[in-house]
């Protein structure tokens, strides 16, 4: 029995997870989760003080999912803290576990009250958010990303339009139309830019691993069901290229596109609607990772081994931020990183299934990048006007101007010129929309080797709360730097 | 410095030898090339990584009078202060309305004092500086109050600097290198210096210098690479004592605007003039044209370390609270710092180095380069070409007395 301590960051499928099998080793575990409710992007639920009557429904894996909460929450060795941001890490010297800063409480509440964790080992599992890219009309009320409007559907069983068009790249346009349907809307379309080919090539080279993946496959085959019950047309090689309207969306344009994603003018239509869906793949949270100089891979997801121990001593990771791979391999991974972190080791008997899953879904994570990874034509439906920062209103033409201008190879240089990922989301929704339009200007590509993944503060902290602390700290010799000469 | 063998040739955008190598694409080197390319020179900027990548854009681009004692750093940022106005003038006539703004304002300082044991040393520096020529006006609290009217009304002394004035300091590198470009000059980007070319006759003489994008050959090198340049002058040979002295600011989200000069407390002084090698805070606040407001910095020596300390943000806040209450709920969006080019002695080093012939220093500005870049560059180029100095240069010499001890056995 492990007598080491494991505090883990994400309480979504990979974190749960990861904290269960912290436990089951012997682990005093603690939990930290912003949100206010455990189940992360996946099992986003309905507050208790409004209970859903038909949760299995609208939540896959309703009943993993409600099994893993009761196991957890009725563990007094597992300290679940909800409402808790982590804004910063700071990484120690040797092989000593980084320190984590959280603040605790609401997001609007006056003063959160701080609070720092460290333990023998920290299991990052803070996911990904959905990527979306910029089109003339993007920023009109009526657009959504595909997982605010999912949020929509299964927290707050609201329907986001009456005529609503999905579309993006992506084995998860699919669930998010079956849940925009079950909140009541419906939905016109759901548009994959990547053509039937590649799709085919990325999903069908090797058939039989699929099977592996039958939980997966029988998802997917669930919500074709439903497509086809609900007469929703599938679309590939076509997009949402611009949005219209003066106060809200009304109407889409929707275009062909070639393999490269470049619009193909002589298709382009016109279609009324009252809302679009949009997600073009995943942007995982890398913040904490890079905080605590975590290795990232050459599509920049955290670098894990077998254990899912990250580049950085006892630091581990899992679900998206290591590649998109859907629910499964977030708790396979998640179970792995969990076991290992509390000082188990992978061989061991209790993880040997997980170890598996996770074979067969790190596979589905490749087929996900293959068959709908983002293609570079895509910049030929922006406009001159098309705001690319909507934070600091920088359009694509200013953009593009002021790299031409100073011919910086500086990715740091060029949004400081341009003020392009300035604003208050900190280049989380434009950031690596910046980064390739910007290389696209320029055939070396950027030199500085500055990433818009980088944020020091993880998350927006008041000048109060991190005064107040100052204030406390001249007791704790603990919290000042061994670092001074 | 022997100007015979400037050749001022035709130079073409893949020559490998000029008369003039400057070693650094920051702010430094950039104006450095600009002043030299403008006199005819031709010029070639090695940099290692991309221009305007290093420490002139990770700080503020404050050009102040108020932080400076009399003496040389003083007399050099007022001579700075009369070359800003006509240089930017001047870049954006040449560059054109697409070039991203400089930024250029003389807002003005506001410097006050928060303790009563602070405010008699302000005001007795601020005489002292009204002495060496500085427009600094002491003002009583109710002016100050008129002035920012969200100061915290305890504060116990003021001064006023009409001439403290900032730039967009990305802004200006790349507009400075962009002139030089136009000029004449050429930038090798990916292009770190490695090691020192050296006369085969006269072994101490630079002619050039090794970089891992090849060999290139001038019969001047200057070495502009801000707190690394200690470390290139050290592989081009000689020693040269610039350290790191890390500083942070943090940025706020955007806000109506309730500060409207920049605002410093009275302990800036002390940080900005000491060599303490501990954690220093002192607070400069300011809103930007954007909305934000940035508050800076913290002062520490730690080597190239570049983690999130948050001791340091957690002082640089609370600091701030004492010049505006009304900060503590705003909330900081992004943090960023850089490596202030530090010298024991708190000077730049400007000029020739007398130990190896054709090499040449422009470094060590510490928290003050961007202010100080033109008036640099001028003092050097004047320094290359053999004219008269528009500014007495002698205390910025590497053969100063205050920097003996400190410059070790030449290699
Ligand atoms: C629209 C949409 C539809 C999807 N549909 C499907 C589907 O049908 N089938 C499927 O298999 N997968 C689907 N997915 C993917 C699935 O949601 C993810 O695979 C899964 O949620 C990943 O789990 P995770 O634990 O890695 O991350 P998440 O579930 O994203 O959990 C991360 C948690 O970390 C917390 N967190 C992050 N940063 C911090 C911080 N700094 N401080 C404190 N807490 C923090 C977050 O609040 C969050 O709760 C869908 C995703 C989206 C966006
Ligand atoms: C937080 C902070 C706030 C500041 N605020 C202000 C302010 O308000 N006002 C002000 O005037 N100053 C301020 N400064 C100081 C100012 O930023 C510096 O003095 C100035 O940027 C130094 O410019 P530089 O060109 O010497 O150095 P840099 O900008 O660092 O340029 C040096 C260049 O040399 C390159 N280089 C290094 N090694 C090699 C090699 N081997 N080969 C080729 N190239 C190499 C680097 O990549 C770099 O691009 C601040 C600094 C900090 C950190």
């Not at chain 1, 883990?8 to 603690?30: C, D, H, M, N």
């Not at chain 1, 333990?119 to 657009?143: Q, S």
Request: aromatic share 6%; charged share 20%; proline share 6%.
């Amino acid at each position: 029995m492990s007598h080491r301590s494991v505090l883990v960051i994400g309480a979504g499928p990979a974190g749960l997870a990861a904290a269960r099998a912290a436990r089951a080793a012997g682990a005093s575990v603690t939990l930290l989760d912003s949100s206010d409710y455990l189940g992360g992007q996946y099992w986003r639920h309905l507050p208790a003080a409004r209970p859903a009557g038909n949760e299995k429904v609208l939540h896959h894996g309703w009943s993993t999912f409600s099994a893993l909460r009761r196991e957890l929450e009725a563990d007094a060795g597992c300290e679940i803290v909800l409402g808790a941001q982590v804004w910063a890490l700071e990484t120690a010297h040797g092989a000593e576990a980084p320190t984590v800063h959280a603040l605790i409480g609401p997001v609007d509440g006056i003063r959160r009250s701080g609070r720092s964790f460290t333990a023998d080992a920290l299991v990052l599992a803070t996911g990904a958010h959905d990527r979306t890219l910029p089109f003339p009309g993007w920023d009109l009320p009526g657009v959504f990303t595909a997982g605010a409007a999912q949020a929509f559907a299964k927290g707050e069983r609201v329907a986001v339009g009456s005529r609503v068009v999905v579309a993006g790249a992506g084995p998860f346009l699919l669930p998010v139309a079956a849940s925009l349907t079950q909140s009541g809307a419906r939905v016109l379309g759901v548009y994959e830019a990547n053509g039937i080919g590649r799709l085919l090539r990325g999903w069908l080279p090797r058939p039989w691993r699929l099977l592996g993946a039958s939980k997966k496959a029988g998802e997917a085959l669930g919500y074709l069901r439903n497509h086809l019950g609900n007469r929703i047309p599938y679309r590939t090689g076509q997009a949402v290229i611009a949005a219209h309207g003066t106060d809200r969306v009304e109407a889409v344009t929707i275009a062909k596109l070639d393999a490269e994603w470049r619009p193909i003018p002589s298709t382009a239509r016109r279609v009324s609607a009252d809302a679009v869906c949009v997600s073009h793949g995943f942007t995982p949270r890398l913040e904490l990772p890079i905080a605590a100089g975590c290795a990232l891979d050459a599509d920049r997801f955290v670098t894990v081994d077998g254990r899912q121990a990250t580049t950085t001593a006892s630091v581990y990771a899992a679900g998206e931020i290591t590649g998109i791979g859907g629910v499964d391999a977030a708790l396979a991974e998640g179970q792995i990183a969990g076991h290992c972190a509390a000082g188990g080791h992978q061989g061991d008997p209790v993880v040997k299934a997980a170890v598996a899953a996770r074979a067969t879904f790190t596979d589905f994570a490749s087929r996900i990048e293959a068959a709908h990874g983002i293609r570079p034509g895509w910049t030929a439906w922006l406009h001159e006007d098309t705001l690319v920062c909507r934070c600091e209103e920088v359009s694509y033409g200013r953009l593009c101007s002021a790299a031409s201008a100073t011919d910086s190879a500086s990715l740091r240089s060029q949004k400081l010129s341009s003020r392009a990922g300035l604003g208050i989301c900190q280049g989380r929704v434009c950031g690596r929309t910046v980064e390739q339009i910007l290389a696209a200007e320029r055939p070396g590509g950027m030199r500085d080797g500055a990433s818009t993944d980088r944020r020091p503060i993880v998350a927006p902290v008041r000048i109060g709360e991190l005064a107040a602390a100052a204030a406390d700290q001249t007791s704790s010799p603990t919290l000042i730097s061994t670092e001074r000469p | 410095m022997p100007l015979g063998t400037l050749r001022a040739t035709a130079h073409h955008a893949g020559a490998r030898s000029a008369d003039v190598i400057v070693i650094g694409a920051g702010i430094i080197g950039a104006a450095c090339a600009r002043s030299l390319a403008r006199s005819g020179l031709s010029v070639i900027v090695l940099e290692r990584s991309a221009a305007a990548s290093g420490t002139s854009a990770k700080g503020e681009g404050n050009l102040l009078v108020s932080d400076k004692g009399p003496g040389a750093e003083l007399r050099l940022a007022q001579y700075a202060g009369s070359l800003w106005p006509s240089v930017v003038a001047e870049l954006r006539t040449e560059l054109g309305p697409d070039f991203p703004s400089l930024e250029y304002e003389r807002k003005g300082g506001l410097v006050v004092a928060t303790t009563d044991a602070g405010a008699a040393p302000l005001l007795a520096f601020a005489a002292g500086q009204r002495a060496a020529g500085v427009d600094a006006l002491p003002v009583g609290i109710e002016e100050a109050l008129e002035l920012e009217p969200e100061l915290n009304p305890a504060a116990t002394a003021a001064v006023f600097y009409p001439d403290d004035a900032q730039v967009q300091p990305v802004a200006a590198t790349e507009a400075l290198l962009a002139s030089a470009r136009r000029s004449g000059a050429t930038v090798h980007i990916d292009a770190r210096v490695t090691g020192a070319i050296r006369s085969q006759l006269h072994p101490d003489t630079v002619t050039g210098v090794r970089t891992t994008a090849g060999e290139f050959h001038a019969p001047h090198v200057i070495v502009a690479a801000g707190p690394w340049s200690g470390e290139v002058a050290e592989a081009l040979g000689v020693s040269l004592p610039v350290r790191p002295r890390r500083g942070m600011v943090l940025v706020t989200t955007r806000m109506p605007h309730r500060i409207f000069h920049k605002v410093y407390d009275g302990d800036y002084f002390g940080a900005t003039q000491s060599s303490d090698a501990a954690l220093q805070t002192s607070s400069v606040v300011e809103s930007t044209a954007a909305g934000t407001v940035l508050i800076g910095s913290s002062r520490e020596q730690i080597g190239f370390d570049e983690r999130l300390r948050v001791e340091v943000l957690r002082g640089i806040a609370a600091k701030s609270l004492r010049l505006f209450p009304f900060l503590e709920n705003a909330s900081i969006m992004r943090t960023y710092g850089g490596f202030r080019p530090f010298m024991p002695d708190h000077l730049p080093v400007i000029g020739a180095d007398h130990r190896a012939p054709g090499l040449w220093h422009a470094s060590g500005h510490e928290g003050a380069g961007i202010g100080l870049s033109l008036a640099t560059a001028e003092i050097l180029a004047a320094q290359l070409l053999g004219t008269t100095p528009p500014t007495d240069a002698a205390p910025f010499s590497l053969a100063r007395a205050s920097l003996a001890p400190h410059l070790g056995s030449a290699a």
